[in-house]
């Protein structure tokens, strides 16, 4: 009667009583519950890609293709996007100098004294605290936030083992994280906050 991918669709009743009447009448229609497209057949809400950005669905034997809608990333500061994958997505940060920092990592700012990490794209930083070291002529070290004694101390030695030492961050600059402040006297404007 009709081919696979239609239904009979009957318009006049067969009465077998009335000679030249005794069969149905009908027509083949295609299913509307089926959609063709490039060569394939798709049921009733059945859902593919015709490409990484393009979706499709079979509606009421109609195919319904839309643009994938990708989300918007306004803090981000570095965006990639994957191979085969229609959305750009976050890979990291840039810091004060517009490097690409990715996420979750670490870097120092300011001369050493502003840690710095990435964190859903958004670059958060931090000043570090020093304590006045243990001499009267301390020098400051390129990008070691904390100033140091020349000489060699006790005192200093004890100073220098306060520092903390962390791993090195992506951009290969050591990190120092000073010694909390436990009698700081500054007084400030605003208030003072802890982290």
Known sequence: MCGENSIIQIYRTGNPNIPGQCCAQFSCIKNSQQCHHDKKIYNENETWSIDQCTKCTCRSGH????MIQCP???HC???YKPENECCPKCGGCLNAHSHIQHMNSTWIESNGCMRCWCENGRSRCMAEGCIAPPCENPRQIANVCCPVCDDEEKDNEEYL???????????????YKCPQLDNCLLVCEHGLTKD
């Open 72 to 74: 918007v990333h306004t």
């Open 161 to 175: 083992d306060d520092i903390i030492s962390i791993p090195q961050s992506v951009s290969q600059t050591s990190v």
């Open 63 to 66: 195919v319904d293709c839309a």
């Open 77 to 79: 500061g570095y965006m």
